[in-house]
Structure formats: C-alpha cells, structure tokens
C-alpha cells in the first residue's frame, strides 16, 4: 500500500513538473510574441519617421517661401513652416493619410501666425513707446512679386500662393485655405484681373498643375 502511495505521489510530482515546463513555455512563447509585436512597431515608428523625413525635405523651404509671401514677412513665415511642420509631426499618422498634406501644414501654419500677429499686436498697444521698425515687415526679396501681391487683398493673395507657388489644384487650394472650390476660382479670377493691370501680362500666371482650369469658369 505505501508503494502505491508513493507511485500515486511520484507521479503528482511528475505532472506538476511537467504542468509548470508548460506554464514556463505558454510564457516563453508570449514574451517572444511580445518582443515581436514590439519590434514590429518599433521598425513601424521608424518607417513612419522616415516618410516624414522625406516629406519635411521636399517640402519645407517651399512651404517656408509660401507662408512668406502670404504674410509678406519671410521670418515670420519660416517660422510658421516650423511650427506647422512640428505639428504635422506629432500627428504624421493621421496627416499622412490627407489627400494634399501640404495644404494642411500652410492652414496650421497660417493659423498659428495669425495668433503670432495678434499677440504682436496687443504687445506693441501695451508699449505705445515702440519703435516701429520693431514690428515692420520684412521685405521680401522679390520685389515685383511684392509689388504685386501688395496690390491684393490677403483672400486674394493667399489663393494666389496657393495656385501658382504651390501648384495646387482648385480642389486643393480649396482644402487648404477652407473655402469652396467655386470662391477659389472667383478669388482668382479676380486677383487675375488686377494683377493684368499691375504687371501687364497674366498669362505667366497659369498654373502648371491644372492647365485645364486656366478658364477659370465658375
């Protein structure tokens, strides 16, 4: 009887043994799996990074020139592209999957300038005492591209930028400054218009994106 008792215990020892080899390998195999999923991700990150890499290089120096010519003030401009840019960043899982996400980076950035020149502006109502040139514009470097813009209303001119700098659609440009597509052919059918009569020749104008749309019908 003992004998049984003992083959009974021994093997009670064996399948505990054996049940905890098992437990040891389901851990094994889940902290493998985990160190997968964690390598995957992390080789995701990584790739996701360097899409953004790429999309920053191609398009910051012309998004800082944009932002620039809409505001008529190149530093500010350049640092609304980075902020922008910080921005799209932080979120470049979502703005990656945007149809244009250019035109998202130029509406946050001109957002966040907008804010900029309103709290210039209550700064310089605050010290009356300030020097002008303080809070001048710079000058942009082309002048008779600022002389024309100057001629525009910033509706007028930011759908201009949008056009023929930035070589975006109607659809686009449409996206990007938060109007219809129509209002963007009738802003530009306009600002056509006066800058004939600034420069003398619109037809330099035409967008080389969208020929189609150069009857600016609406």
């Known amino acids: 009887m003992s004998q049984t008792m003992q083959g009974v215990a021994d093997l009670g020892r064996r399948v505990t043994s054996m049940d905890s080899r098992a437990e040891g390998k389901r851990v094994a195999e889940h902290q493998s799996d985990g160190g997968v999923v964690a390598a ?18 191609a398009h910051r120096d012309q998004m800082a020139r944009a932002l620039s010519l809409s505001l008529r003030n190149p530093d500010l401009g350049a640092e609304a592209a980075d902020e922008a840019f910080v921005r799209a960043c932080q979120r470049w899982t979502e703005v990656s999957t945007y149809a244009n996400p250019q035109g998202w980076v130029y509406r946050v950035g ?35 591209l600022e002389r024309a813009l100057d001629s525009l209303t910033p509706a007028h001119r930011k759908v201009v930028v949008a056009r023929f700098f930035m070589e975006w659609s109607v659809e686009e440009t449409a996206e990007a400054l938060g109007i219809r597509p129509g209002t963007v052919k009738s802003r530009l059918s306009r600002a056509l218009s006066q800058l004939a009569g600034e420069l003398g020749d619109s037809s330099k104008f035409i967008p080389t994106s969208d020929q189609e749309d150069k009857d600016l019908e609406f």
């Open 110 to 144: 001109m957002n966040w300038a907008r804010s900029w020149l309103r709290r210039a502006r209550r700064e310089r109502e605050k010290r009356p005492l300030l020097a002008k040139s303080e809070f001048a514009e710079d000058e942009i470097v082309d002048v008779d």
């Open 40 to 57: 995957t991700e992390a080789k995701l990150l990584r790739a996701e990074q360097r899409n953004f890499d790429t999309f920053y290089a």
